[in-house]
């Protein structure tokens, strides 16, 4: 069974950086793709940045310079670097991991910066 365990997120102010984590299980990590995700109230889910199990990466424009994807194989973990936060990163966070051509989501965390 495949479970991936966010960090907990938190208030941030504006400007100010936040790191996430989050940590797999049930998959073979080292070829799994695995991004984060980002949700507000009314919109859709969206992908904030991916990493693959070579280690490429990519991100979205909003985020571009200012994010940072990472992941460790031998701890099975994925993190999310953020910095220079604005406003309008506020949403939950949720870890994405795609094996096998199947997606699996971890429960969100949610991240809210003040201004």
């Known amino acids: 069974q495949v479970h991936l365990v966010e960090s907990v997120g938190g208030l941030v102010q504006a400007v100010g950086s936040l790191r996430l984590s989050c940590a797999a299980s049930?998959?073979?990590?080292?070829?799994?793709?695995m991004g984060w995700y980002r949700q507000s109230p009314g919109k859709q889910r969206e992908l904030v940045a991916v990493?693959?199990?070579?280690?490429?990466?990519n991100y979205a424009d909003s985020v571009k310079g200012r994010f940072t994807i990472s992941r460790d194989n031998a701890k099975d973990t994925v993190f999310l670097q953020m910095s220079s936060l604005k406003p309008e990163d506020t949403a939950a966070y949720y870890c994405n991991a795609r094996f096998l051509n199947l997606n699996y989501w971890g429960q969100g965390t949610q991240v809210t910066v003040s201004s």
């Open positions: 990493i693959s199990g070579s280690g490429s990466t």
């Open positions: 049930g998959v073979i990590f080292t070829v799994s793709d």
